[in-house]
């Protein structure tokens, strides 16, 4: 089945730079890449998705990048703020699956 | 609508008792996935359902575990016997697609077996 993996496990920035997560996933033939936001003791919410048809896609402070060449996608937030603190997880769409990465924790400090 | 609602959402439980989570999804949502979340395992999805049948449960760690969807707005994940490696925050999600569209979650119910 799909295997998708997450790096770094955790970031730290300073508040008003960026963050990038990257992703990779192993199915070829995986055709969508969310990108879901966790708060402490809430559950992940959807924050930006892409699929396979589209290279990048922008919504404000977020962007994701996709090279299915590669076969690996990342997550941009610009100008980071304090509610950017959280754990994000990637997932790729394949095999009639959703697989998740275990998640990086971004914390911005202010 | 008030959102994907689990209860409960904390459950403390000795080895060996039966654990029922609950879960009622968004009206209008034809499916309904069950997660769970670990440090070292991260999300793993257990079992989904599509219109109350369940599609693919190949998830499902063992026997002991089982889920069920009466009908649309209701469906439960039950734990029996329970043991301290099923220890984890369990959460429902619904949506109106297979996996290509937005999953809500609920805010997960949070089992710790002693």
């Known amino acids: 089945g799909e295997n998708v993996e997450q790096h770094p496990s955790t970031l730290s920035v300073q508040e008003g730079d960026s963050a990038v997560i990257k992703c990779t996933y192993s199915d070829s033939a995986s055709n969508y890449f969310p990108w879901y936001k966790q708060e402490l003791g809430k559950g992940p919410q959807l924050i930006i998705d892409?699929?396979?048809?589209?290279g990048e896609k922008k919504d404000q402070r977020i962007a994701v990048t996709l090279n299915k060449t590669a076969k690996h996608f990342s997550l941009h937030i610009t100008e980071t703020q304090p509610e950017d603190s959280a754990v994000y997880f990637c997932a790729a769409f394949g095999n009639n699956r959703l697989a998740f990465g275990k998640g990086n924790q971004v914390v911005v400090i202010p | 609508d008030a959102g994907v609602i689990q209860s409960p959402r904390h459950e403390v439980t000795e080895m060996g008792q039966e654990v029922t989570l609950r879960c009622k999804p968004i009206?209008?949502?034809?499916?309904l996935f069950w997660y769970r979340q670990t440090m070292m395992r991260g999300l793993e999805l257990l079992i989904y359902?599509?219109?109350?049948?369940?599609?693919?449960d190949s998830g499902m760690p063992e026997d002991r575990f089982s889920a069920k969807m009466p009908n649309a707005s209701f469906s439960t994940l039950k734990i029996q016997p329970s043991e301290p490696r099923d220890s984890a925050v369990y959460f429902c999600?619904?949506?109106?697609?297979?996996?290509?569209?937005?999953?809500?979650f609920g805010e997960g119910s949070r089992l710790t077996v002693l």
């Open positions: 999600a619904s949506s109106f697609r297979s996996g290509t569209g937005e999953l809500f």
């Open positions: 009206s209008g949502h034809d499916y």
């Open positions: 359902f599509n219109n109350n049948v369940p599609i693919d």
């Open positions: 892409i699929r396979s048809n589209v």
